[in-house]
């Protein structure tokens, strides 16, 4: 009878290395940890190619490997095991370290062990990442250069204003002539980054397939939508509705427990909030420009409710809506009737 033979690979991943610790399974057997660190550089994916292939890893599904995200550091590792075959979950750092339960101490080479041991343990429960798409990790990277120079934008606009209410007219001049150059310039990058997003998009068909459903949902427009598209990785792994929501913070959660506790429901702290305030801001124009909203909002107000209660239902609606046109790849339809 054939041995089952599998691979478990954890990975800790920073700016300059990546410390691996590899572990062989056979017929459910757990062998010992082998540990070695590499260059997180091209030079160093090859040499951890050799490394794999003097082990005998096997460049398939027998094989799982585990690393936490971290920005843009694991990209060099993402993009090794895409092209390798070689399935890798990238997981929520948070996550991952609540499953080690109570834990002392830490560096490099123990966490590649625990993420080791947390992949043969978490294997059938995990969901494989998926492969890297160079089309959309360069819109990810296009939209994060848009939103930190609107920031900028925003903060000098800001901080020239309220110096105007402290300090001499002429002060203020100074200033504003001073910045004039620089808000110019972020200005036209501004400009120039909305056409190379629009260019991203429809260079892959399928994400400027579903930009164009989500921008049919009332109140989501072209920077909600694209955003969507990025921090969802174009709706991958089929995303649901509930899963959206959750993820942008809109979703309330109940505080009970026993006979003491009686919170009322609240929306978690831990969310995207660049999201959540981007389907604020949908709810909000929803509320002004669609009827079904409106009279949902004037409805439930006039009910007693929460004006931000009411306000965040619409932002939950919206985030169901858009998930229920990327799943079914079909406009949104409006069969909204008023009563009589």
């Not at 949902?217 to 509705?241: D, E, K, Q, R």
């Amino acid at each position: 009878m054939e041995k089952v033979s599998k691979c478990y690979l954890g990975m800790d991943v920073s700016k300059l290395y990546f410390d691996v610790s590899l572990m062989h399974v056979v017929d459910h057997q757990s062998g010992t940890v082998e540990y070695n660190r590499f260059d997180n550089t091209a030079e160093g994916m090859k040499t951890f190619k050799k490394y794999l292939q003097h082990h005998k890893v096997p460049f398939n599904s027998n094989t799982l490997a585990v690393i936490e995200n971290t920005g843009v550091y694991h990209r060099l590792i993402w993009g090794f095991c895409t092209v390798h075959n070689v399935p890798l979950y990238i997981g929520n750092a948070l996550h991952i370290k609540n499953s080690f339960g109570l834990v002392r101490g830490k560096n490099d080479k123990i966490d590649s062990q625990r993420l080791c041991r947390y992949a043969y343990k978490h294997e059938d429960e995990i969901k494989i990442t998926q492969a890297l798409n160079p089309g959309l990790l360069k819109l990810k990277d296009l939209m994060t250069a848009r939103t930190n120079l609107v920031k900028h934008q925003s903060a000098t606009k800001s901080y020239i204003k309220e110096l105007g209410q402290f300090q001499d007219k002429s002060i203020q001049k100074l200033m504003e002539k001073s910045h004039r150059a620089a808000l110019k310039g972020l200005a036209t990058s501004i400009e120039q980054l909305e056409k190379d997003i629009e260019k991203a998009l429809k260079e892959d068909s399928s994400m400027y397939t579903n930009y164009t459903l989500l921008k049919t949902v009332p109140g989501v427009g072209h920077i909600t939508a694209v955003y969507m598209l990025c921090w969802t990785g174009n709706f991958s792994g089929g995303i649901s509705g509930k899963q959206l929501a959750c993820y942008a913070g809109v979703v309330p959660f109940s505080e009970r427990s026993g006979s003491s506790i009686r919170g009322k429901n609240k929306v978690h702290k831990m969310a995207n909030k660049d999201l959540k305030k981007l389907l604020h801001l949908c709810a909000l124009s929803a509320i002004r420009c669609y009827p079904e909203f409106q009279d949902y909002y004037q409805r439930k107000v006039s009910e007693g409710k929460h004006p931000m209660g009411v306000l965040n239902a619409i932002r939950n609606k919206i985030a169901l809506r858009a998930a229920a046109v990327i799943r079914e790849q079909k406009e949104y339809v409006n069969n909204y009737k008023k009563a009589a």
